[in-house]
C-alpha cells in the first residue's frame, strides 16, 4: 500500500528539523524527504543528508523540467521538493515526511489532498528569537528577517491538520510521533491493509 504523507511546518528556529529527525531515529517506517536548495550549507551540513545543495542555474533548470512536485523562495533562497524521490518511497510502503514551509504545503496538499499537514510552534516569539540567537549561525540582519516572517508564518497554522506547540522537545516529540502513528490507525486505512479481516463472516 502506498505510503502516508505527512507535512511539516514551522517559522524558523521553532524546532523542527530536530523534532522530525528524533521521531525518524525511532521510526523505521518513516522517510524524510531530502529538499533542493540554492542556500549555502550551514556548518556540519553535507550534501545529500540536510539537503541537495545546488546552483540557482540548476535548480531552475531542474523546475522548468517538471522535476518538482512544489517550490518556494524562503528568506531569499529556492527549496523545492523531487517528484521522484517522493513518489519511489511511497510506491515502496514507507511513509514519507515533507518538512516544507507553508507555500509548499499548500502547493503539495492541491496536489495530495490528503497529506497530513503538522504544524510547529515555538512557545514564544521571544523564545523564538532566543533559539534564533542560540544557533549562531545567522546575521542579526537575518535573524531580523526572520522574526518580522514569524507572524505571517505563523497565521497559516489554521491551515494545518496539527498543531504542536514545542516547549518541552520531549513531549513535542512524542506528541508528533503520536501524530504518525495515529494516522496509521484510521479505519479506511486499516481496512484497506488488512481486507481479509473485515471481510470475515461472523
Known amino acids: 500500500m502506498t505510503g502516508l504523507l ?8 521553532a524546532g523542527k528539523s530536530s523534532l522530525v529527525n528524533a521521531v525518524l531515529a525511532d521510526d523505521p517506517r518513516l522517510a524524510l524527504s531530502i529538499s ?36 518556494a523562495e524562503v528568506h531569499g533562497n529556492l527549496y ?17 515526511v515533507l518538512e516544507i514551509d507553508w507555500q509548499g504545503a499548500q502547493q503539495v496538499r492541491r496536489i495530495f489532498p490528503d497529506a497530513i499537514g503538522i504544524f510547529i510552534l515555538p512557545p514564544s516569539v521571544a523564545e523564538l528569537e532566543r533559539r534564533l540567537r542560540g544557533r549562531g ?43 504518525v502513528r495515529a494516522s496509521r490507525l484510521v479505519l479506511a486505512r486499516q481496512s484497506a491493509l488488512h481486507s481479509d479481516l473485515f471481510a470475515a463472516k461472523r
Do not use: C, W
Open 6 to 13: 505527512f507535512i511539516v511546518s514551522a517559522p524558523s528556529g
Open 36 to 71: 533542493y536548495t540554492t542556500r549555502a550549507p550551514r556548518p556540519g551540513e553535507q550534501h545529500g543528508r540536510e539537503y541537495f545543495f545546488v546552483a540557482r542555474d540548476a535548480f531552475l533548470a531542474m523546475a522548468a523540467a517538471g522535476e518538482f512536485l512544489e517550490s
Open 80 to 96: 523545492a521538493t523531487s517528484q521522484k524521490q517522493i513518489a519511489a518511497v511511497r510506491a515502496g510502503g514507507r511513509d514519507v
Open 137 to 179: 549561525q545567522d546575521s542579526d540582519e537575518v535573524i531580523r528577517r526572520r522574526l518580522a516572517a514569524a507572524a505571517a508564518e505563523i497565521g497559516h497554522a489554521a491551515e494545518f491538520d496539527y498543531v504542536i506547540i514545542n516547549k518541552d522537545f520531549d513531549e513535542a516529540r512524542r506528541d508528533l510521533a503520536a501524530v
